[in-house]
């Protein structure tokens, strides 16, 4: 069964307090890992995808790296406007998109 | 651009009653989803379609029925409503992977949804 599991369900930082988030899956034919970002009371915001092992993308604070079991979320040196739920997905080899829990960070100024 | 519209952002209904959540996309793809998320939950499929005329099933599709008629439009229909079906309702559209583009999903706003 394709399955997503985030951890930590939620995370505080102080700014500039650089931190990791976690997303290990399990899929039938891995076609894409893929990070969003949620604000309260909006749809899910494209941050990255990710299609193979030892695959690395960055965007301003944020780094999401690949391996073969589980992907990583790195912010550096977080500011206050970080704060948002960040998920992570996976779409399988039918085109179907399996959601995470989601980490809910807040950045503390 | 508009990208994924989604219609009403807010509704409550009572128990037994239906309602088709509308949902429309300007940007061509062929791919078209229903999520819903619970409070403090991630998003779980409900249906989702390849193509005009063509859908299928996700992980929670009872209680929910959807049709596909047009490239553009992907209504979710809730007979007989109940209070498990409260949450926010989200619906997403994905074009083929291409140059810029990953094949990753693009949201709609959401439809917040409480069945009293």
């Known amino acids: 069964e394709d399955q997503v599991t985030q951890s930590p369900e939620a995370l505080r930082l102080q700014e500039g307090e650089s931190s990791s988030l976690n997303c290990s899956y399990t899929v039938s034919g891995l076609r894409g890992l893929f990070w969003y970002r949620q604000d309260p009371g909006k749809g899910p915001e494209f941050l990255f995808t990710l299609y193979s092992a030892g695959e690395e993308k960055e965007k301003e604070r944020l780094k999401a790296t690949l391996t073969k079991k589980e992907s990583f979320l790195h912010i550096t040196a977080p500011k206050p406007e970080d704060s948002a739920t960040y998920l992570c997905a996976v779409r399988n080899n039918f085109n179907k998109f399996y959601f995470g829990s989601g980490t809910k960070l807040n950045v503390k100024p | 651009n508009a990208g994924v519209t989604q219609t009403p952002k807010f509704r409550i209904l009572k128990i037994g009653q239906s309602m088709t959540l509308q949902c429309t996309q300007d940007?061509?793809?062929?791919?078209m989803y229903w999520y819903r998320q619970d409070p403090g939950m991630g998003l779980k499929l409900i249906y989702y379609?390849?193509?005009?005329?063509?859908?299928d099933k996700g992980e929670v599709p009872n209680g929910y029925n959807v049709s596909r008629s047009t490239t553009e439009d992907f209504p979710l229909r809730l007979e007989l409503a109940a209070p498990s079906q409260t949450s926010v309702y989200f619906c997403?559209?994905?074009?083929?992977?291409?140059?810029?583009?990953?094949?990753?999903?693009?949201f709609g706003e959401g439809s917040r949804l409480t069945v009293l």
């Open positions: 997403a559209s994905k074009g083929l992977a291409g140059g810029v583009n990953t094949g990753e999903l693009f």
């Open positions: 379609s390849v193509g005009a005329g063509i859908t």
């Open positions: 940007m061509n793809h062929n791919y």
